[in-house]
């Protein structure tokens, strides 16, 4: 997938990256090691990345879980979205898809609606498969708690997680 953004710089992407995570408690970093804390090109000519990773209530910042791979096309910037893989995978895929959801949004392409107005952290397909892992694991590996599974898999709350499996009926 790429999305590509007329009259935008790097320094434009990164001004509104900034101020997104600001808002939704999102670490950005521009190396893997989060180290780096400008954005830098890359050893590939005119190709930076942007490393985004979620933040708990406490500041303490998760594995990356995302990124963005951008590089100039003229006025234009191309900007490619990626999942880093690992055992959150799930969980990072919808970040990078509600991510993309904001971009969209905020440089004007086509989005159905404006993902502030969601409701949800997660999209419908996404809370109807939380709904489905949950299921499984108390099958499988008999969850004891609800709250803890719901906070250790998806950031979420038991109780989030209750309206999703009322939501999602078997």
């Not at 001004?15 to 950005?28: E, H, S």
């Not at 234009?76 to 990078?96: E, R």
Request: glycine share 6%.
């Amino acid at each position: 997938m790429e999305l590509l953004l007329e009259n935008t710089s790097y320094e434009d992407f990164d001004d509104w990256m900034q101020n997104f995570a600001k808002r939704k408690r999102i670490l950005l970093s521009y190396d893997s090691t989060g180290i780096a804390h400008s954005l830098e090109v890359s050893p590939r000519r005119g190709v930076k990345r942007i490393f985004i990773a979620k933040t708990s209530s406490s500041g303490i910042a998760f594995d990356h879980e995302c990124y963005f791979t951008l590089r100039k096309a003229g006025n234009n910037l191309q900007v490619f979205p990626g999942v880093v893989k690992g055992p959150n995978i799930t969980a990072s895929t919808a970040l990078l898809e509600l991510i993309i959801l904001e971009v969209q949004w905020a440089w004007g392409l086509k989005v159905d609606q404006d993902p502030e107005s969601y409701h949800h952290k997660y999209p419908k397909n996404y809370r109807k498969m939380i709904a489905e892992k949950y299921r499984s694991d108390k099958r499988t590996i008999g969850v004891e708690n609800q709250d803890t599974w719901a906070a250790m898999k998806f950031e979420i709350s038991g109780r989030t997680l209750r309206n999703y499996l009322n939501e999602f009926p078997e």
